[in-house]
């Protein structure tokens, strides 16, 4: 015999990790690899549409751009195309929900401060920002701030607005956060704010009014959030 099986042979087993660990890995691989096949099916196919939204078939890029987000919804790339051929179909409802998908950064809501608000007046470092846009991002945010101004315009994004009469026409928001230990008017019971996040952009609410409004503005050539007046 060219080879002898010997009874008390190591048994590869030994070298291999525990099997419940060894499937459970293989298995996050196969679940990473799954991911990153998707979101370049999705890229593939918002480059398609973004082709034809440059050469004006925005029905068509439309189709394509909302065929790529089924793929990918977090896709901010995908979302951030789909609401400018919104946009550009005259459909800025549509178009206001995918911008602020597009550039909402969940992960740069990292640390929320106790604050107090007297009279409407709220201290600024309630919410720890970090805000960094690739190029995709920027091209979202300018269209963001196209219908966020435009809302403000018409008088719908202003301070004392009704929490009912904003969410009427801006949806619900990405986010919102309960903002404990407020005060109100100097009363001495607790009540509770309410921070409502669009995009990267926060509206306050106390007692149901917007007391607050926090902007992020572009001005000479930087990011700088801003306290609507």
């Known amino acids: 015999?060219?080879?002898?099986?010997?009874?008390?042979?190591?048994?590869?087993?030994?070298?291999?990790p525990h099997r419940p660990l060894y499937?459970?890995?293989i298995?996050?691989?196969?679940?990473?690899f799954s991911s990153g096949c998707t979101y370049m099916k999705a890229g593939r196919i918002a480059k398609e549409g973004e082709r034809e939204l440059v050469q004006g078939n925005f029905d068509s890029a439309?189709?394509?751009?909302?065929?790529a987000k089924g793929i990918a919804p977090d896709a901010p790339y995908a979302r951030g195309l789909?609401?400018?051929?919104?946009?550009?179909?005259?459909?800025?409802?549509?178009?206001?929900?995918?911008?602020?998908a597009a550039?909402?950064?969940p992960t740069e809501h990292t640390k929320i401060y106790r604050t107090s608000i007297w009279t409407g007046d709220a201290h600024e470092s309630y919410i720890q920002h970090n805000?960094?846009?690739?190029k995709h991002e920027k091209r979202a945010f300018a269209g963001f701030s196209t219908l966020w101004n435009a809302y403000k315009r018409s008088g719908t994004i202003r301070l004392g607005a009704r929490k009912a009469d904003i969410t009427a026409s801006l949806g619900q928001p990405n986010r919102i956060i309960k903002m404990d230990n407020a005060y109100h008017r100097g009363r001495p019971d607790e009540v509770y704010a309410l921070a409502y996040i669009y995009g990267v952009n926060t509206i306050f609410?106390?007692?149901?009014?917007?007391?607050?409004?926090?902007?992020?503005v572009y001005e000479s050539g930087s990011l700088s959030y801003k306290w609507l007046k």
């Open 205 to 216: 609410f106390l007692d149901d009014q917007a007391v607050q409004i926090r902007e992020l």
């Open 27 to 32: 298995l996050s691989a196969l679940v990473t």
């Open 131 to 134: 805000v960094m846009f690739n």
């Open 1 to 16: 015999m060219l080879f002898r099986i010997y009874k008390g042979a190591p048994s590869m087993n030994r070298f291999l």
């Open 62 to 67: 439309i189709k394509m751009l909302e065929t």
């Open 23 to 25: 499937c459970l890995l």
């Open 103 to 105: 550039i909402y950064q």
């Open 82 to 100: 789909l609401g400018e051929a919104y946009l550009r179909s005259h459909r800025p409802d549509d178009a206001w929900v995918e911008f602020c």
